[in-house]
């Protein structure tokens, strides 16, 4: 009997250590999911991003970081997105437009976008990331 106890302790505290693994798999990639868009001749103004939280994931088998954040208003697009690394400290630039020529719903809007152009010692090697001049655990 007490060693039944023992098995079911042991199997209780390996699933709990395999199931809170570290990184993520994405399945399903999230439906606000957007893509960098260059305003090309389009007219254009500077516009804010905010960051809600920063997640590392697996997407196809390789590690990223899944940013989730909203745009100011509906017309909103993501132009750049940039890294440095230098020392302990890895940073992350997002820069947005908008048209200004343009009517556009005031309205908080969500977005979801995918960095991956961090190595994966890059990532391995830090627990966050500065975005815009703020500090984001992943």
């Known amino acids: 009997m007490r060693f039944l106890y023992l ?3 042991a199997l209780i ?3 709990g250590c395999t199931s809170s693994s570290q990184n ?3 399945q399903e990639l999230p439906a606000d999911l957007i893509k960098l868009q260059q305003p090309g001749d389009t007219p254009h103004q500077p516009s804010k991003v905010y960051v809600d939280s920063v997640t ?9 970081l899944l940013i989730s954040g ?6 909103t697009k993501l132009k750049e997105a940039t890294h440095a690394t230098e020392g302990n400290t890895v940073s992350l630039d997002l820069k947005a437009w908008r048209n200004p020529d343009v009517m556009c719903a005031q309205v908080l809007t969500s977005f979801s976008f995918i960095y991956d152009k961090l190595s994966q010692d890059e990532l391995s090697s830090h627990s966050q990331v500065n975005i815009n001049g703020t500090a984001y655990s992943y």
């Open 7 to 9: 098995l079911t302790a």
């Open 56 to 64: 590392q994931v697996i997407v196809e088998q390789q590690p990223v």
């Open 70 to 75: 909203t745009f100011p208003d509906a017309c």
């Open 24 to 26: 993520k798999t994405l």
């Open 13 to 15: 505290l390996f699933t």
